[in-house]
């Protein structure tokens, strides 16, 4: 028996599916992992990359094997019954590729909801990887002892109420707060220095030093916006960003930009571009091929909100982020 984590948005989940992406492959045509991996190989100029495990462990869950969704302060559990589909609709979701599973779920039939802080230490702290899904089969008695106390005594129902609630009071307030940035009814400053300086911010929140580059660096096309780095006794972490204050769907253009950046020196500088519009399948792909990770407009609100208790009064001001209590009704 399998335990994995998937990530898998709401509405994916609701009608008792996990999802994962790969949209040119539908990958319930396929008998096995190998025919699967050779058609991505096929399609995608760039091939399966670094994501053959993934797609190994997504493609050959079983009827039985244990799911563990990562949601917000919470997960939710599911036992996959094997049942493969496919639903082009879900591309953007990175979820078109579908799996059935049958989820825990309270009396009234919403989806059940385990707080991230009953779990242990590692466990919480392995459910933060950024990955689409990765193996906990080393957390399988921990899983089992939280399925036992659900299927004997409908432990945490109350709290799956409230969690939902949170839940969805912080899907309301992302939201707002993603269009008030991209509309600019925020009171950042304008021309990209604001979102810039926010990035900053939130990146010495995660202990990064951080610093903006000046304008017109070079005569071609190559720009940054950041550069951040991280050293600690154990390990080191240097970065260069491109930040873009875009609505709707992000060019390549900033792709380029960092695509075209490549200072001899810092080569062991990991490449990003955070944007808070959305990303083409095509620039994905480009992103991909030259090693640039990537945050969009989403995501970009999840930081801030991750961090939200620890941003400076006067940024919060400039968000327009007013904090008071608020009761479950």
């Known amino acids: 028996m399998q335990v994995i984590m998937v990530r898998s948005p709401m509405s994916v989940l609701n009608k008792d599916y996990i999802g994962y992406g790969w949209a040119k492959v539908n990958f319930s045509e396929y008998e096995t992992a190998p025919e699967v991996i050779q058609k991505i190989n096929q399609e995608y100029p760039q091939g399966i990359r670094r994501h053959t495990n993934k797609v190994k462990r997504f493609f050959n869950l079983e009827s039985g094997d244990i799911v563990i969704v990562p949601l917000s302060k919470a997960i939710t559990i599911g036992v996959v019954n094997g049942k493969k589909c496919f639903d082009i609709s879900l591309a953007k979701d990175q979820a078109c590729n579908l ?176 944007t808070t519009a959305d990303l083409s399948e095509s620039s994905i792909e480009l992103a991909e091929e030259h090693n640039i990770k990537t945050m969009v407009g989403t995501e970009f609100v999840d930081w801030i909100y991750d961090n939200i208790t620890e941003l400076s009064f006067k940024t919060k001001q400039l968000l327009g982020i007013i904090e008071i209590p608020m009761l479950a009704t």
Request: charged share 25%.
């Open 99 to 274: 799996i059935s599973v049958n989820l825990f779920r309270t009396h009234d039939g919403h989806i059940l909801r385990i707080a991230r802080k009953t779990l242990t230490q590692g466990l919480e702290s392995r459910l933060k990887i950024r990955a689409a899904n990765a193996n906990l089969t080393e957390f399988k008695d921990e899983i089992e002892r939280i399925i036992q106390s659900i299927e004997s005594n409908g432990a945490y129902k109350q709290e799956t109420y409230l969690l939902e609630k949170i839940s969805e009071a912080e899907t309301v307030f992302k939201e707002n707060l993603l269009k008030s940035i991209i509309s600019g009814t925020t009171w950042l400053s304008a021309g990209g220095n604001g979102l810039e300086q926010l990035v900053k911010e939130l990146l010495k929140i995660e202990g990064y030093t951080a610093s903006i580059q000046a304008k017109n660096q070079s005569s071609d096309i190559a720009d940054i916006d950041i550069k951040a780095s991280k050293v600690d006794r154990f390990s080191e972490s240097h970065l260069v960003i491109q930040v873009k204050h875009h609505s709707n769907i992000s060019g390549e253009h900033g792709l380029k930009q960092l695509i075209a950046y490549d200072d001899i020196e810092e080569r062991n500088y990991q490449k990003w571009l955070i």
